[in-house]
Protein backbone atom coordinates (compact mmCIF):
# COMPACT_ATOMS: atom_id res chain seq x y z
CA UNK A 1 0.00 0.00 0.00
CA UNK A 2 1.65 3.62 -0.93
CA UNK A 3 0.93 6.33 1.22
CA UNK A 4 1.27 9.77 0.58
CA UNK A 5 4.83 11.27 0.05
CA UNK A 6 4.37 13.75 2.83
CA UNK A 7 2.96 10.92 5.27
CA UNK A 8 6.35 9.07 4.09
CA UNK A 9 8.31 11.81 4.89
CA UNK A 10 7.44 12.66 8.32
CA UNK A 11 7.65 9.13 9.02
CA UNK A 12 11.22 9.39 7.98
CA UNK A 13 11.77 11.98 10.21
CA UNK A 14 9.98 10.79 12.89
CA UNK A 15 12.41 7.49 13.10
CA UNK A 16 15.98 10.04 13.39
CA UNK A 17 14.44 10.08 17.08
CA UNK A 18 16.21 8.38 19.36
CA UNK A 19 13.91 4.95 20.33
CA UNK A 20 11.84 5.42 17.70
CA UNK A 21 11.32 3.08 14.95
CA UNK A 22 9.26 2.96 12.15
CA UNK A 23 6.40 1.52 13.21
CA UNK A 24 5.89 4.22 16.08
CA UNK A 25 6.63 6.77 13.67
CA UNK A 26 4.09 5.72 11.28
CA UNK A 27 1.64 5.78 14.59
CA UNK A 28 2.59 8.60 15.85
CA UNK A 29 2.28 10.09 11.81
CA UNK A 30 -1.39 9.03 11.69
CA UNK A 31 -2.42 10.35 14.81
CA UNK A 32 -1.31 13.49 14.01
CA UNK A 33 -3.25 13.44 10.57
CA UNK A 34 -6.29 14.03 12.15
CA UNK A 35 -4.87 16.90 14.25
CA UNK A 36 -6.60 19.91 13.07
CA UNK A 37 -4.88 22.46 11.04
CA UNK A 38 -4.00 24.91 13.60
CA UNK A 39 -2.40 22.42 16.34
CA UNK A 40 -0.69 21.05 12.83
CA UNK A 41 0.66 24.49 12.29
CA UNK A 42 2.09 25.08 16.07
CA UNK A 43 3.66 21.84 16.07
CA UNK A 44 5.44 22.65 12.54
CA UNK A 45 6.55 26.34 14.14
CA UNK A 46 7.71 24.76 17.40
CA UNK A 47 10.15 22.48 15.55
CA UNK A 48 11.14 24.91 13.00
CA UNK A 49 12.25 27.31 15.86
CA UNK A 50 14.58 24.69 17.17
CA UNK A 51 17.14 25.87 14.68
CA UNK A 52 17.22 29.01 16.41
CA UNK A 53 18.54 27.64 19.32
CA UNK A 54 22.24 29.06 20.50
CA UNK A 55 24.18 27.79 22.64
CA UNK A 56 25.58 29.60 25.84
CA UNK A 57 28.96 30.75 25.28
CA UNK A 58 30.26 29.95 28.70
CA UNK A 59 28.73 26.41 29.96
CA UNK A 60 27.34 25.08 26.39
CA UNK A 61 23.37 24.64 27.00
CA UNK A 62 20.87 25.33 24.68
CA UNK A 63 19.81 29.01 25.41
CA UNK A 64 17.99 31.25 23.19
CA UNK A 65 20.42 34.26 24.05
CA UNK A 66 24.49 34.14 24.02
CA UNK A 67 25.00 33.31 27.33
CA UNK A 68 21.95 31.37 29.22
CA UNK A 69 20.13 32.35 32.52
CA UNK A 70 22.41 30.40 34.82
CA UNK A 71 25.21 31.85 33.63
CA UNK A 72 24.36 35.35 33.81
CA UNK A 73 23.12 35.05 37.37
CA UNK A 74 25.60 37.11 39.38
CA UNK A 75 24.57 34.97 42.55
CA UNK A 76 25.37 31.93 40.83
CA UNK A 77 28.70 32.89 39.33
CA UNK A 78 29.53 34.53 42.77
CA UNK A 79 29.57 31.27 44.25
CA UNK A 80 32.62 30.22 42.31
CA UNK A 81 31.36 27.12 41.91
CA UNK A 82 31.23 24.81 38.35
CA UNK A 83 29.65 21.52 37.67
CA UNK A 84 31.48 19.62 35.34
CA UNK A 85 29.22 17.59 33.15
CA UNK A 86 29.22 15.55 30.03
CA UNK A 87 26.26 16.50 28.44
CA UNK A 88 23.41 18.96 28.84
CA UNK A 89 20.62 16.02 30.10
CA UNK A 90 23.23 15.79 32.89
CA UNK A 91 22.92 19.17 33.53
CA UNK A 92 19.05 18.93 33.31
CA UNK A 93 19.01 16.80 35.84
CA UNK A 94 21.34 17.89 38.35
CA UNK A 95 19.31 21.44 38.37
CA UNK A 96 15.97 19.65 38.35
CA UNK A 97 17.85 18.17 42.06
CA UNK A 98 18.02 21.54 43.17
CA UNK A 99 21.03 21.27 45.10
CA UNK A 100 23.59 22.77 43.36
CA UNK A 101 23.61 26.70 43.14
CA UNK A 102 26.48 27.75 41.36
CA UNK A 103 27.53 27.65 37.44
CA UNK A 104 27.57 24.41 35.02
CA UNK A 105 30.23 23.38 32.21
CA UNK A 106 29.08 20.75 29.49
CA UNK A 107 31.96 19.15 28.17
CA UNK A 108 30.42 17.35 25.41
CA UNK A 109 31.52 13.77 26.29
CA UNK A 110 34.27 11.83 27.52
CA UNK A 111 37.85 11.47 26.83
CA UNK A 112 37.73 8.07 24.54
CA UNK A 113 40.63 7.16 22.16
CA UNK A 114 39.56 4.44 20.45
CA UNK A 115 36.29 6.17 19.55
CA UNK A 116 38.90 9.36 18.38
CA UNK A 117 37.46 11.89 21.68
CA UNK A 118 40.47 13.40 22.69
CA UNK A 119 41.16 17.15 24.54
CA UNK A 120 40.73 18.53 22.07
CA UNK A 121 36.94 17.13 20.77
CA UNK A 122 35.98 18.53 24.22
CA UNK A 123 35.24 21.66 25.72
CA UNK A 124 38.10 21.21 28.07
CA UNK A 125 40.42 23.82 26.52
CA UNK A 126 36.78 26.49 27.29
CA UNK A 127 36.98 24.94 31.47
CA UNK A 128 40.27 25.85 32.22
CA UNK A 129 39.47 29.61 30.39
CA UNK A 130 36.74 30.19 32.50
CA UNK A 131 38.54 28.56 35.97
CA UNK A 132 41.20 31.25 35.26
CA UNK A 133 38.99 34.20 34.26
CA UNK A 134 36.49 33.96 37.09
CA UNK A 135 38.87 32.83 39.49
CA UNK A 136 37.00 29.63 40.34
CA UNK A 137 37.66 28.22 43.28
CA UNK A 138 35.97 24.65 43.19
CA UNK A 139 35.29 22.09 40.35
CA UNK A 140 32.73 19.07 40.87
CA UNK A 141 33.20 16.78 38.60
CA UNK A 142 29.84 15.14 38.05
CA UNK A 143 31.09 12.63 35.25
CA UNK A 144 29.51 9.33 34.81
CA UNK A 145 31.70 6.75 36.28
CA UNK A 146 32.97 4.67 33.42
CA UNK A 147 36.89 3.73 32.28
CA UNK A 148 36.52 7.08 29.94
CA UNK A 149 35.33 9.02 32.68
CA UNK A 150 37.90 8.14 35.24
CA UNK A 151 40.02 9.41 32.79
CA UNK A 152 38.59 12.44 31.81
CA UNK A 153 38.46 13.35 35.32
CA UNK A 154 41.81 12.50 35.96
CA UNK A 155 42.59 14.67 32.63
CA UNK A 156 41.07 17.55 34.56
CA UNK A 157 42.32 17.41 37.44
CA UNK A 158 46.12 16.96 36.18
CA UNK A 159 44.83 20.71 34.04
CA UNK A 160 43.27 22.54 37.38
CA UNK A 161 46.37 21.62 40.06
CA UNK A 162 45.35 24.88 41.86
CA UNK A 163 41.94 24.17 42.23
CA UNK A 164 39.62 22.21 44.76
CA UNK A 165 38.23 19.60 42.44
CA UNK A 166 35.40 16.94 43.72
CA UNK A 167 33.73 13.96 42.04
CA UNK A 168 30.06 13.37 42.88
CA UNK A 169 29.77 10.08 44.87
CA UNK A 170 28.02 6.88 43.39
CA UNK A 171 26.63 4.30 45.16
CA UNK A 172 23.28 2.76 46.44
CA UNK A 173 20.35 4.42 44.79
CA UNK A 174 17.92 6.17 47.83
CA UNK A 175 15.22 3.19 48.47
CA UNK A 176 18.35 0.44 46.60
CA UNK A 177 18.43 -2.69 48.05
CA UNK A 178 22.01 -4.50 47.92
CA UNK A 179 21.05 -7.91 46.98
CA UNK A 180 20.19 -6.60 43.50
CA UNK A 181 22.86 -4.40 43.08
CA UNK A 182 26.13 -5.32 40.39
CA UNK A 183 29.02 -5.77 42.22
CA UNK A 184 30.71 -1.84 40.77
CA UNK A 185 28.11 -0.08 42.25
CA UNK A 186 28.79 -1.34 45.87
CA UNK A 187 32.71 -1.16 44.85
CA UNK A 188 31.54 2.50 44.34
CA UNK A 189 29.54 3.12 47.63
CA UNK A 190 32.02 1.20 49.53
CA UNK A 191 34.83 3.51 47.95
CA UNK A 192 32.75 6.30 48.91
CA UNK A 193 31.23 6.04 52.37
CA UNK A 194 30.88 8.86 55.12
CA UNK A 195 31.05 9.02 58.63
CA UNK A 196 28.10 10.12 60.55
Not at 66 to 75: L, M, T
Request: charged fraction near 25%; hydrophobic fraction near 40%; glycine fraction near 8%.
Amino acid sequence: MKLPESINDAVESFAKLPGVGRKTALRQIMSMVNWDAQDLAQFADSIQGLKEIKKCGECGLYSDQDICDICSNENRREARFICVVENISDLIAIEKSEGFSGTYHVLGGVLNPLMGVGPKQLRIEKLVDRVNKFNVENLILAINPSVEGDATCSYIKQLLQGVHIERIGFGIPMGGSLEHLDPLTISKAMENRKQI
